[in-house]
């Protein structure tokens, strides 16, 4: 099948190259000429596991194509997949100027048949509005062209993207005929072959879908922070209360992980328009209102935590920074707490030294003008003579590191764990203080 791709982000160069790799014709289209002009050489923007060899296989076979060329990839793809990014606006709602831009983008050089595709994370009717936006620019040029529009929500995890489109639990497709259906039944067929549901609905259904299945993620890790914050007055260790809850089928294990808080191009800014398109509404959600609420003060307790350790006096302090992408395994730092409680630390007068396996350049750029920030080459070097460990992502090197190693270099061997990584018990007894997220802080004698 002819596929077009509009926006490549990490969505569209994921479902590009995926959609490639089943046989498919793909022309991948960005207004990022920086962006296209790498892809054409097989340079990959982004870090996401697998994504690179696929890109580049795909490019070799001359199935995968990048153009900054609105109207060849509107000429090239039967399906065009609109998935530019749908930031948040300054009051919490979705800023849909990329989407709407795209649709008249659409609407001026469509020339036939067509099915539209929305797989940006987009409020409830908002396919209803590219839909008007195409007509109305038809309309203008005095052309009658056939289209339709389809909703196709993206749950890929950024990190395991490549894996998740590839083998998908689900597929969610909205849609207005029958023969749309068909259409996207024939393109996903071969990711769904071992059995993972394509699941039709109406389009509006399907855009609420996408809100829902991320507010009720949000939902689940703000709940277990909540309860985090309850253990730490209690004396219980909410690590053994997760496990205990966990392993009860009607609960599951995932999503419980007390931490810092959820950050990442996600999360915040989805549960936040689902907020404020419902208040536009008239109708309060209060509990996803509380979920941003706990979220937002959960980086913030823990910032305090650090400073009230040294007795609200941080002012010349060294403090290592282990992680900064929003979540292991990408290099994607928006709305990652890693950047408020660097920004915290240092306009209180200590210097952070940052070290992060893949969210470095990325960091560079966050950072830039923060003159008590710190670039480390590697996750031992960041700690020489630092007063404290902050350990916020929790990549996989970081879970067993060589911690006399670390005691070695470190002036203080104090370890602030904001994702609940370690043993309190062991650590103690290699002689650190360690203080986690919602565990009976396991005091020692020897610092
Ligand atoms: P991104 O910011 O990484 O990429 C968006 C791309 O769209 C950019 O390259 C940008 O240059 C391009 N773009 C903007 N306007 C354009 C235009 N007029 N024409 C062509 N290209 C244009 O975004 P992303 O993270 O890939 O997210 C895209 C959408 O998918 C968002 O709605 C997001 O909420 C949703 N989503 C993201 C994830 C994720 O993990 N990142 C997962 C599921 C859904």
């Known amino acids: 099948m002819h596929i077009s791709v509009i926006g490549v982000g990490y969505v569209g160069l994921v479902t590009g190259a995926c959609f490639a790799e089943t046989g498919n014709d793909v022309i991948c289209m960005d207004i990022d000429d920086d962006k296209i002009e790498k892809l054409k050489q097989g340079i990959i923007p982004i870090y996401e596991p697998h994504l690179e060899e696929l890109v580049k296989n795909n490019l070799k076979e001359g199935r995968l194509g990048f153009t900054t060329d609105i109207k ?31 649709a008249g983008d659409i609407g001026k050089t469509i020339e036939k048949y067509r099915i539209l595709v929305i797989k940006s994370t987009v409020p409830v009717g908002t396919c209803e509005q590219v839909k008007e ?29 490549v894996d998740d489109c590839m083998k998908p639990e689900r597929v969610v497709v909205g849609v207005e005929h029958g023969r749309v259906e068909e ?27 996408k809100y829902t299945a991320n507010a009720m993620l949000a939902t689940r890790i703000s709940f277990m922070n909540q309860i985090a914050n309850i253990c730490d007055t209690f004396g ?42 419902s208040q536009s509404y008239g109708y309060s959600p209060s509990i996803l209102e ?29 403090f290592a920074i282990w992680g900064l992408a929003f979540k292991p395994n990408t290099d994607d730092m928006r709305e990652a707490p890693s950047i408020y409680i660097v920004n915290v630390l240092t306009k209180n007068g200590a210097t952070c030294y940052l070290f992060d396996p893949k969210a470095m350049e990325v960091a560079h750029k966050v950072f830039e003008g ?14 020489e003579g630092v007063d404290g460990l902050v350990l916020v992502t929790e990549w996989l090197s ?18 602030f764990d904001g994702r609940n990584q370690y043993n309190p018990k062991t650590l103690s007894k290699l002689g650190f203080r360690y203080i986690c997220i919602g565990r009976p802080d396991v005091q020692i004698s020897n610092i």
Do not use: W
């Open 72 to 102: 060849k990839a509107v000429e090239h793809g039967l399906i065009i997949f609109i998935c530019v990014n749908t930031p948040q606006d300054e009051d919490g709602s979705a800023d849909l100027q990329y989407v709407t831009s795209v």
């Open 183 to 209: 259409i996207l039944r024939e393109l996903y067929a071969p990711f769904v072959r071992t059995g993972a549901p394509l699941i039709v609905m109406d389009v509006r259904s399907s855009e609420m879908t």
């Open 370 to 383: 923060n003159g008590n920030v710190r670039f480390g080459k590697n996750q031992y070097e960041v700690l």
């Open 133 to 161: 936006i195409v007509k109305k620019e038809l309309d203008k040029r005095e052309l009658d062209v056939p289209f339709d529009i389809a909703s196709n929500p993206e749950f890929l995890k950024e990190g395991m993207a």
């Open 398 to 415: 970081f879970r067993e590191p060589d911690f006399e190693r670390m005691k070695s270099l470190m002036k203080m061997p104090v370890i």
């Open 290 to 318: 509380s979920v941003m609420g706990v979220n937002e003060s959960q980086r913030v307790s823990f910032a305090e935590k650090i400073k009230t350790f040294y007795k609200d006096n941080i002012k010349g302090k060294k």
């Open 236 to 277: 219980a260790d909410v690590m053994m209360v997760m496990r205990g809850i966990g392993s009860d089928s009607r609960v599951g294990p995932k999503f419980l992980f007390p931490g810092v808080g959820f950050g990442g191009s996600c999360f915040p800014k989805d549960v936040r328009a689902l907020i404020k398109a």
